[in-house]
């Protein structure tokens, strides 16, 4: 609907790094279809639980709608968690796939070790 009808609004937000970012709805529906897609060449079936561990920005917006658009499941984890709760959430979520900010990766979003279902982990990185 947004793409259709609102596709040249601005959408404007804060990176993680600190600076501005300025996209349109249209920009948005592509990127988001990209995620899809992304998940699709990973043969993340339907149904499986996406986590992300990040701050709200317009990459989460993206996967908010790549990932549910998919057919999967966004599980959102609350960064503000110690890493071994956090652990144990996704764990016990099952989830297949964690996306996080880099800020978090020191915070243990970088050890595959602690998350026993995994199947890839995706962390935002400036482009």
């Not at 948005?28 to 639980?49: C, E, F, H, I």
Request: glycine letters at 8%; hydrophobic letters at 40%; one cysteine or more.
């Amino acid at each position: 609907f947004a793409e259709k009808h609102h596709g040249d609004s601005e959408i404007v937000s804060r990176r993680v790094e600190g600076d501005i970012h300025r996209y349109a709805w249209a920009d948005v529906a592509r990127r988001s279809r990209q995620v899809a897609n992304a998940l699709d060449a990973q043969q993340v079936p339907q149904g499986a639980r996406i986590a992300t561990l990040a701050w709200n920005g317009y990459r989460h917006l993206e996967l908010y709608f790549g990932v549910s658009g998919s057919g999967r499941v966004l599980h959102t984890m609350n960064p503000r968690l110690h890493p071994e709760q956090l652990a144990w959430i996704a764990n016990h979520a099952e989830d297949q796939v964690l996306c996080f900010d880099m800020t978090f990766f020191a915070a243990g979003a970088g050890r595959p070790q602690t998350l026993q279902n995994h199947h890839a982990l995706c962390g935002f990185v400036r482009r």
